[in-house]
């Protein structure tokens, strides 16, 4: 093992609240210096390895491979596709006839190659251009607004390209400074944009979360500053945006209060003024054609009905603008079956929802009778699958992509149309990337605290779940209602540990969005331990099940997952055999004021409220390390570019440990990747088999080598 040297030890600070609030700093040359001695230690022991090496490779083969699915968006006849390889690492804007690509026949064009950007080739600078969006303009569809982040961050630029002249537009709408910028089309010379101006003001109007406070409506061969604030929100507020619908010809407006809560509008052209949705603030809104749609978060009791939070309601636009409130309910969730997404295409509306992992999927079509009723028939999807369903062009026709898979079966994408009994067209499966013969994909349940069923999928093969102890992979979330349970085809994790004879869990906790906002208030603020409770009762379920023993198994997860494995580890250290806790959320007393820390008190409570802040010490990684306490082996995670989890997190606590006397404390900082682990497949890959070889290193001895 590469030994942890006295100089590696950063030397805390005469702060009495924060000795190592140094490591904060994101321009300091000490800083920097000791991260990259960290991460070479780390590198040294898992990163450089024979075995990591062919993992490498292997990963790169997958993530560039010929292949691969290729899935297009609809623009008119042209069907456009982001295109990765290993010529083009940041990727190809490509297009082709739509009616080439169904017929796999393609005739791909490069419309954009963001390798061959200036911004990515200049001397002594190694900044990587990350392709965030490339929107056309509906419908002449012949420029386009590109957004490019530097080294994969939440700040972009913004360039306004020639589709057909494969160029961009000399002073077109241009933001070069990188920023938490929006920019909308309205037509081909005016766009809504919410510009963060603090590259050239000393008091930037943005909201403490980093957002623009302004929207302006900018008209072209105009600076910025000069087009007029049309909507805006407070300073304490999160953000304020306006999108124009330039198919319904409709301007919407939204003021986001809290993570969880925003205003809406709409624009009455006949007076200039914007009108509020009279809705719940948590409460999602959409239109459709004449239609309006409302999805509260929470019960809504209106006019002496409630109607139930997770529900989708439908009432006609008009009526509703003219004060009726009698919705029609087209789905309301039960314990277990909770609302997932809605899609529409010319003509139905298409309701996917979930009971227990598995989607099903509803179409309804509006009222045809003055009897007011929307007819509803089920859509069949592919057995034992997994499915998601994208209308392709909601202007033109019925015709959806239907991408289904599972944890242990390859992708298909298929094509069909909704209006009429169409064949299902295969557009493309995925070839297997390992050999699942033998595996399995359980559904079982582990009982939390307070009784609750808390499911988890398992994942192995049948023979290793009933044999002896395996090692095991246990991952989870469990925050911001965010579901991570949809099975997905294990393609890299199959082959990097599957395959070897490691075994995989997935923890469906209180927290996240599983089984709806139900779910996720559960573990919501002063509840958070109700998280950490039920991915202790996941771990104990696999150890007392015989799955794996505490010395087998490893635990990992990202952002508020790597809070949720490094809280775990502080609270039941001995439960655990190996910790990855990636861009984590560590220091709870701080989290509002570094980056865009501001826009998650909501989850998690505010640290300048006395009582939340009591709260938040309870189990704040950071506060709670104890240096007379044995921790498993664990290895945090960050990235320089990561402008969403400040890296001082991460930073602080690997610090601290190991000025605690704690060796096992493993450190890796991404030059890149913002809240990612990079930008091109090698970067990504590389840190990929890292992970993998720590976990063999410390829990996965008795692993087979990797086919």
């Known amino acids: 093992m590469t030994n942890l040297h006295s100089s590696m030890i950063w030397q805390p600070s005469s702060d009495a609240v924060d000795p190592y609030i140094g490591l904060e700093a994101l321009d300091s040359h000490a800083v920097d210096a000791w991260c990259r001695a960290q991460s070479t230690r780390t590198l040294t022991e898992f990163g450089r390895t024979a075995r990591t090496d062919t993992l490498t490779r292997r990963l790169v083969e997958v993530m560039t491979a010929d292949d691969r699915i290729v899935t297009c968006w609809r623009s008119g006849v042209w069907a456009y596709n982001i295109w990765i390889d290993e010529s083009h690492p940041l990727g190809l804007v490509r297009r082709t006839s739509w009616n080439a690509w169904i017929e796999g026949i393609p005739k791909w064009e490069t419309v954009l190659d963001i390798d061959a950007l200036d911004l990515n080739n200049r001397d002594g600078d190694d900044t990587r251009w990350v392709l965030v969006s490339f929107d056309l303009i509906y419908p002449a569809a012949d420029r386009a607004l590109v957004f490019l982040a530097p080294g994969g961050s939440d700040t972009h630029i913004v360039l306004e390209f020639d589709v057909e002249a494969r160029a961009f537009v000399e002073n077109g709408f241009e933001l070069l400074v990188p920023g938490h910028h929006s920019v909308d089309w309205i037509d081909r010379d005016t766009v809504y944009v919410s510009w963060d101006d603090s590259s050239v003001s000393a008091t930037p109007a943005l909201t403490d979360a980093g957002y623009p406070r302004h929207v302006r409506r900018w008209r072209r061969g105009t600076p910025v500053a000069d087009g007029p604030v049309v909507f805006e929100c407070k300073q304490e507020e999160l953000s304020a945006t306006v999108s124009y619908d330039p198919v319904q010809a409709r301007h919407i407006a939204s003021r986001g209060t809290t993570f969880f809560e925003v205003e809406q509008f709409w624009l009455d052209e006949r007076t200039g003024e914007w009108r509020l949705y009279d809705i719940q603030r948590d409460a999602d809104l959409f239109e459709w054609n004449e239609w309006l749609f409302v999805m509260p ?19 006609r636009r008009d009526a509703f603008l003219d004060g009726n409130r009698h919705f029609t309910i087209l789905f309301e969730p039960t314990e277990r ?30 009222p045809v009778s003055s009897d007011g009723v929307w007819d509803m028939r089920d859509m069949p999807l592919p057995a034992g699958c997994e499915a998601s369903v994208t209308a392709v062009d909601s202007t033109r026709d019925d015709i959806v992509l239907v991408y289904a898979d599972h944890f242990l079966t390859r992708p ?84 990097s540990w599957l395959e070897p004879g490691g075994v995989y869990a997935i923890a469906s906790i209180r927290g996240g969005g599983e089984f709806g906002p139900e779910w996720h208030r559960a573990a919501q603020r002063e509840n958070r331990q109700v998280a950490f409770d039920d991915f202790i009762a996941v771990a104990e379920a696999l150890i007392d099940s015989g799955v794996t023993t505490p010395e087998q198994l490893a635990i990992t997860g990202e952002s508020n997952g790597g809070l949720l494995t490094a809280t775990c580890m502080i609270q039941r250290p001995e439960l655990f055999g190996a910790v990855i806790s990636d861009v984590p959320i560590l220091d709870m007393s701080r989290f509002h004021l570094m980056l865009q820390g501001a826009l998650w008190i909501g989850e998690y409570g505010d640290p300048d409220n006395q009582d939340d802040y009591q709260m938040l010490m309870e189990y704040s990684p950071y506060h709670n390390v104890n240096a007379n306490i044995s921790y498993p082996p664990v290895l945090f995670i960050s ?7 400040h890296p001082g997190h991460a930073r602080k606590m690997v610090a601290k440990m190991q000025a605690l006397g704690h060796n096992e404390v493993w450190y890796l900082e991404h030059r890149d990747g913002g809240h990612g682990a990079g930008v091109e497949p090698e970067t990504i890959a590389r840190a990929s088999a890292t992970k993998f070889e720590f976990l063999r290193a410390k829990i996965g001895a008795m692993l087979r080598p990797i086919a």
């Open 297 to 315: 978060r929470t019960d809504w009791n209106i006019n002496a009905t409630i109607y139930r939070g997770g529900s989708l309601l439908t009432i």
């Open 639 to 645: 990235s320089s570019t990561d402008d969403r989890v």
């Open 337 to 366: 079956n909770i609302l997932s997404n809605v899609e529409y295409t010319k003509r139905w509306l298409i309701v996917s929802h979930k009971n227990e992992s598995v989607t099903r999927v509803t179409l309804w079509h509006p």
């Open 412 to 495: 298909a994408l298929y094509l069909t149309e909704l209006s009429s009994d169409a064949p299902w067209r295969l557009l493309g499966q995925l070839p297997a990337r390992f050999d699942a013969t033998g595996f399995v994909a359980q559904r079982r349940y582990a009982m939390a605290s307070d009784g609750v069923q808390i499911p988890y999928w398992l994942i192995g093969r049948e023979e290793d779940l009933q044999g002896k102890p395996r090692p095991c992979l246990l991952y989870g979330y469990g925050g911001f209602e965010v579901p991570v349970d949809t099975p997905a085809y294990l393609d890299t994790m199959g082959f």
